[in-house]
């Protein structure tokens, strides 16, 4: 058994790493941030072009029918290496990725109750947003959620109660003006607060809520252990280039240490979360322990090692110049996008699971 990433995974993750790299890099989230633009057409319709929404992608370096949470675990991480500002990862889960594994019966209800038709939602026609809720949904949903193009067009409701169950699939129809932008420590994205009335909820007899939250929960750990994987490889290059007393910095044992323990949280997270992805499909017995266990680990080791990345840089670290504080921002962000599974229920609940 393994769950190692085969040659077209890596090729697949090579390709969307140089993509971010490309088009979303540094310099163009600060100009983004600057003029606080919440959603960009044209890095969408890149990601349209390459693929990505679809991940047709992906199906170019596979002989594999449809992509499974694996391959969309690989986008996360990316995700969260380049701080993308877009909502890719949310979009294509609320979209191709959930219709794909519904029911014939399902998946025709869930188009037409949102009139929405199938190919849109493969080809990115229409955008998709993810929402986490408590119970009582039926009695109307206040949601804050990632801002998309032009305001996404429905989003999808994931219920948090702990010990997951079937549940119902919830989804609602939204538009651009009844979102309202709020304000995020997360700069680098932009985020949209709306209250959908009860009337305007739809009910999918899909029996997916809790499978589809624990997708959910699979990959905001892959994306914490994108942006804990980049900070530990920015320090490592900046302690052996930064020199002190005529030696680089990282060659002093406090600076080794620190570092060594902020590589083994990164890889932990990553070892954990790479299985969870791999689990929904390989291992569906472990799938939900593996999820919650990942972000579990993740939404706090990620702000760590940020942290530490910060501190090992010195002075320069703090500055607003410097990109650590956007990798601190976005990990925070996450963690308190998930604080639904921190709490005492939560815990018991991984306990009743193993």
Not at 79 to 86: D, F, K, Q, S
Not at 239 to 265: I, N
Not at 341 to 348: C, D, E, H, L, Y
Request: negative net charge.
């Amino acid at each position: 058994m393994t769950f190692a990433y085969t040659a077209e995974q890596e090729e697949f993750k090579e390709v969307i790493s140089r993509f971010f790299a490309e088009n979303a890099g540094s310099e163009y989230l600060r100009k983004r941030i600057d003029a606080g633009t919440g959603s960009d057409s044209q890095l969408w319709q890149r990601q349209l072009w390459q693929g990505f929404h679809s991940l047709g992608l992906f199906e170019f370096f596979s002989d594999k029918e449809s992509a499974t949470l694996h391959d969309l675990g690989i986008v996360a991480y990316e995700c969260g290496r380049a701080l993308c500002p877009e909502n890719l990862v949310d979009a294509l889960l609320a979209g191709p990725y959930l219709i794909s594994h519904l029911e014939k019966t399902a998946r025709e209800k869930f188009i037409s109750e949102l009139g929405l038709s199938e190919k849109e939602l493969y080809d990115g026609g229409v955008r998709g947003a993810v929402g986490v809720v408590g119970t009582g949904a039926d009695k109307g949903v206040h949601l804050n959620y990632q801002e998309g193009v032009g305001g996404s067009a429905f989003v999808v409701l994931l219920q948090d109660s702990p010990g997951g169950g079937a549940g119902k699939l919830t989804a609602a129809r939204i538009s651009a003006e009844q979102g309202k932008r709020v304000g995020s420590i997360d700069l680098s994205s932009a985020r949209l607060s709306i209250m959908i009335p009860p009337n305007e909820l739809r009910y999918i007899e899909s029996g997916k809520s809790g499978w589809l939250f624990d997708c959910w929960c699979a990959l905001k750990a892959r994306e914490l252990a994108g942006i804990a994987n980049r900070c530990v490889k920015m320090t490592a290059e900046y302690v052996s280039e930064r020199r002190q007393f005529g030696v680089p910095v990282g060659a002093f044992q406090a600076v080794q240490q620190q570092l060594a323990d902020a590589h083994v949280k990164a890889e932990t997270a990553d070892a954990l979360s790479v299985f969870a992805t791999w689990a929904c499909q390989s291992s569906p017995d472990q799938f939900k322990l593996a999820a919650i266990s990942a972000l579990w680990y993740a939404r706090t080791s990620a702000v760590e090692v940020v942290e530490t990345a910060i501190q090992l840089h010195g002075g320069i670290g703090f500055t607003w110049e410097h990109d650590l504080h956007l990798y601190l921002r976005r990990a925070r962000a996450v963690r308190a996008q998930t604080s639904c599974i921190s709490g005492n229920n939560w815990a018991q609940t991984v306990l009743d699971l193993i």
